[in-house]
């Protein structure tokens, strides 16, 4: 079966670093997505990898290696508005997101 | 801009009621996506669409049925509810199946008793 990991829950501090991990097991790969959902509204498009390595977005930062079908997100200088769900996915064989369950961050003073 | 509108946003029905879910989308999408989110679980597609007039069943699409007889619009119907469809639905849509992120609608939370 296809399986998307990630941890359920992780607090930060303001001002601090937070990485989510994101492991894979899927049928084919065609590319990994993170996006953001604060509670109660849309996910949100954050970053898409394709290809091993880093990409970086502003604050943000997704790494990808498709060797150990592992992926992390970097959030750098961590502000209160960043306390949201993470949300892994990848796009399989068939061109369908799979989805992760989602990391809740929480973001202390 | 309005992206993607969802209609309606809360909804509760008995079981054995029918409804149907209404998603519109103004970006001239292509692909358009229905989603059921639960607690605890990543979010799962219950039926997508190509373009107009096509459809296609996702992983969980047992008990819903979909429309696109325009491309803006994307219909999600539950023929006879049941308890286990209590649920956030989210509607997306996507200009391509591949490196094009998805786009989504505010959900619609919907219980059934």
């Known amino acids: 079966g296809q399986n998307i990991d990630q941890p359920t829950e992780m607090t930060a501090t303001e001002g601090a670093i937070v990485q989510i991990n994101c492991t894979y097991q899927?049928?084919?790969?065609?590319?990994l997505f993170w996006y953001q959902q604060h509670a109660g509204e849309a996910p949100t498009f954050l970053s898409y990898?394709?290809l091993d390595g880093l990409e970086e977005k502003g604050r943000f930062s997704s790494f990808l290696s498709r060797s150990k079908g592992y992926s992390y997100l970097l959030l750098k200088e961590l502000q209160m508005k960043d306390s949201a769900s993470y949300l892994c996915a990848v796009l399989d064989s068939n061109y369908q997101l799979i989805w992760g369950a989602g990391t809740k961050l929480i973001i202390k003073p | 801009n309005a992206g993607v509108t969802q209609t309606p946003k809360f909804r509760v029905l008995k079981t054995g009621q029918s409804m149907t879910l209404l998603c519109a989308q103004d970006m001239n999408h292509e692909y358009m996506y229905w989603y059921r989110q639960d607690p605890g679980m990543g979010l799962r597609l219950i039926h997508y669409s190509v373009g107009e007039g096509t459809t296609a069943k996702g992983e969980v699409p047992d008990g819903y049925n979909v429309s696109r007889l325009k491309k803006q619009n994307f219909l999600l119907g539950l023929e006879s509810a049941a308890p286990s469809q209590t649920s956030v639905y989210f509607c997306?849509?996507?200009?391509?199946?591949?490196?094009?992120?998805?786009?989504f609608g505010d959900g619609t939370r919907l219980s059934i008793l």
């Open positions: 997306a849509s996507s200009q391509d199946r591949d490196a094009q992120p998805q786009h």
């Open positions: 899927t049928s084919g790969f065609n590319g």
């Open positions: 990898n394709v």
